[in-house]
């Protein structure tokens, strides 16, 4: 997916201005907040469980070679072949050679956050394989034109049901409807000769297990299942991050993940897949691949960013970010948004293709607080605003500022001879009123808010004056 | 016991009577207070712009200025917190500073914590007639589990009816230097906070960071509203409102 990080700020402005998208925001939000709060108290330990989780996936990440061979070793007696891609255009020659080598002309897909950092719609289209998005939220989007998705589990937060009215309509060429359930019905009839005539299906995977060779899916539409059982070929592509190594761990992260993405106690699917189709079975591919991505991760092992690997994709952070909120999915600019995308985004495209990320965060801390698996978010960030500094990929003027403040304010008689003006002046621009409606100094803080104006004299002054 | 006042740079600069009235607090719960004259800023714009040297630097000075008292007590959990939990950690690489990071970390408290937990103040000077709502700034918060101290301070205080407000633990959208490189995206956020302020009703707002009240007052009378007071929990609490 082309990345767009750098048009950031323009982006966010451009979504703080949009009345029907600020309308749709308002209204999904706190929704999965309110929710998650309610699931969380159904753990008896809610807090050990995330540091169970925390260690679990700090275990496998420290030895995760291991774990990888391990997987591919299980997974490929059980009949599947594991592929590995270095980046999103290895992903897309896989895929297609796959899709060629068994002749495929339709592919239908479950929920793949990987295919859009690969872009391998686009890839299969240009092979001649037409790709099917199955999730609800990715058809209504890939109907639109291949719009990208604004959020990692809930892709079309940022739209309204008069919206997918609309593009319903125009794209099935049916009477227009605003009833939800009647939306949903013409979707499963549109998409039900798509699964039933598809020659391969493409899912995500939300983990990989490595004792069986198995990939779980997390999906509430069913058509996970359609997806991964009705095509001959079923091709899984996930990120070398997402492998645990038993069923057991498996099921401690489970008892995070859905409670903490929707507030689901369980999705409504749940799927752990083994292998290929057995003599003795009635369904599932008798072709089974793993395409398992490297595209920026590896390089994260072991990393001062390494606790990013172990995010389990459930979008708690997004969900109670004060930014997001406020701009939605689409102005972060690639796959990822919201908290998560705005330390992915940098690690995975590049560090100076993103450079407002990191710095597009109020650091207030919600974000850890929810995280099912306690990754230090905005220490992150501010980690990545760090590495900005090093290599001088922020403005020279914001960072001569810096310096010349801080050179101040380690010599006390100039600091305090400073803010004696600064705060004269400050409450001259006031004119005895107290605020400031324009600071030339601070125009984005007075754009929309008033500058209250000091009480006039400095602490410092006051205090000596006090003393006798 | 003596008990060292950390300003802060923004009351030194905006708001001196959070300051004074810190001290009659302070005084109130029977501590000896000294304002170490040299203080400026204890680096936390320099620390979340990633300029990590600046930092250090600041982080040493104020480490080396409040070291030689009790206790440090800042009218800020932002502040607060930069010293207490984030010192120790920027000065890693520096084994004495490091050391002497640390040991004054546990001494760190923000104000209405120390006077709950440490100090345990009897009286409160103080008086104020009507409703406040309580915003809960987000470092002295999640890092350092300021909630209940500063409710619990108002609810000894006989005239104060408070009135909680939707989202009182959601970020105001200051975030320091956020404020004024995101200007639009830190203005929708204070828009919110500002609606949940109004829809209680309260004669006035109250906060410990006084970063979060300029966002908050500059907001609130930007939309127009005159009425509602923004207040410092200290300036409350010495009755100085």
């Not at chain 1, 289209?125 to 209504?140: F, K, N, Q, R, S």
Request: some cysteine.
């Amino acid at each position: 997916m082309e990345i767009r990080s750098m048009r950031f700020k323009a982006n966010a402005s451009a979504k703080l201005a949009d009345a029907g998208l600020q309308r749709n925001l308002r209204k999904a939000k706190g929704k999965f907040v309110d929710t998650r709060a309610v699931a969380i108290k159904e753990i008896d330990d809610f807090e050990g469980t995330r540091r169970a989780a925390r260690d679990l996936r700090d275990r496998v990440l420290k030895d995760l070679d291991l774990w990888l061979e391990r997987f591919e070793t299980q997974a490929t007696a059980r009949g599947a072949t594991v592929l590995w891609a270095r980046d999103g255009a290895e992903i897309c020659r896989h895929v297609v050679d796959i899709a060629r080598r068994h002749g495929v002309k339709k592919a239908t897909k479950s929920k793949s956050m990987l295919s859009e950092e690969a872009g391998l719609n686009q890839a299969l289209a240009a092979a001649g394989v037409e790709p099917v998005e199955t999730d609800l939220g990715e058809y209504i989007l890939q109907i639109n034109d291949n719009e990208p998705p604004s959020h990692i589990i809930a892709p079309v937060m940022h739209k309204n049901v008069e919206q997918v009215a609309d593009l319903f309509a125009k794209t099935h060429h049916k009477p227009r409807k605003t009833d939800i359930p009647q939306l949903t019905r013409e979707a499963r009839e549109v998409l039900r000769s798509h699964f039933l005539t598809a020659d391969m299906g493409i899912s995500g995977g939300n983990f990989l297990v490595a004792e069986t060779g198995s990939v779980a899916l997390v999906t509430n539409e069913g058509n996970g299942r359609m997806v991964t059982t009705l095509p001959k070929v079923h091709v899984v592509i996930t990120g070398i991050e997402k492998v645990i190594p038993t069923l057991e761990d498996l099921s401690l992260l489970m008892r995070l993940l859905p409670r903490s993405a929707t507030g689901q106690s369980i999705s409504n699917y749940f799927s752990v897949l083994t292998g290929v189709k057995q003599p003795d079975e009635s369904d599932g591919p008798e072709h089974l691949y793993f395409v398992l991505v490297d595209n920026g991760r590896a390089d994260v092992v072991g990393s001062e960013y390494h606790e990013m690997l172990r995010c389990i994709r459930c979008g708690a952070c997004m969900n109670h970010c004060p930014v997001y909120q406020s701009i939605g999915g689409h102005a972060y600019g690639w796959v990822y948004p919201g908290p998560m995308g705005s330390i992915l985004t940098p690690l995975y495209a590049g560090i100076e293709n993103a450079v407002d990320l990191p710095n597009a965060a109020t650091l207030c801390g919600q974000c850890s607080a929810v995280c099912p698996v306690l990754i230090p978010l905005p220490e992150l960030m501010r980690k990545l605003r760090e590495e900005q500094v090093e290599r001088k990929l922020r403005p020279l003027a914001e960072r001569l500022a810096l310096k010349a403040w801080a050179w101040v304010a380690n010599r006390p008689a100039l600091y305090a001879l400073g803010t004696w003006f600064a705060v004269r002046y400050l409450k001259w621009l006031a004119g005895g009123g107290d605020r400031i409606r324009v600071l030339a100094a601070a125009p984005e803080w007075t754009a929309g808010r008033d500058f209250p104006a000091p009480q006039g004299k400095t602490f410092r002054e006051l205090y000596r004056q006090r003393q006798p | 016991m003596r008990v060292a006042l950390f300003v802060t740079c923004l009351v030194d600069l905006m708001r001196p009577r959070i300051g004074f009235a810190a001290i009659e607090l302070l005084e109130a719960a029977g501590c000896e207070v000294v304002v170490p004259e040299k203080q400026t800023c204890c680096g936390q714009p320099a620390y979340n712009s990633g300029d990590r040297a600046s930092a250090a630097m600041l982080a040493k000075k104020t480490i080396a200025e409040f070291e030689p008292f009790d206790y440090l007590v800042a009218p800020s959990g932002s502040c607060a917190d930069q010293i207490r939990t984030e010192y120790p950690g920027l000065l890693a690489d520096d084994p004495e500073w490091h050391g002497r990071a640390v040991a004054l970390a546990s001494r760190v408290h923000e104000l209405t914590d120390f006077l709950v937990s440490v100090a345990k103040i009897e009286k409160i000077p103080g008086a104020f007639e009507g409703s406040v709502t309580y915003h809960d700034s987000c470092a002295g918060l999640r890092s350092l589990g300021i909630k209940d101290q500063p409710r619990a301070l108002l609810a000894r205080m006989p005239g104060v009816e408070l009135k909680e407000m939707t989202g009182a633990d959601e970020c105001c959208g200051f975030g320091g230097t956020f404020a004024v490189k995101f200007g639009d995206i830190s203005t929708a956020i204070a828009a919110k906070k500002c609606d949940n302020v109004v829809a209680t009703g309260a004669d006035a707002v109250v906060a410990g960071d006084l970063g979060c009240l300029l966002n908050i007052e500059g907001k609130l009378r930007r939309m127009g509203d005159e009425k509602t007071k923004v207040l410092h929990i200290a300036e409350i609490l010495a009755g100085d409102a």
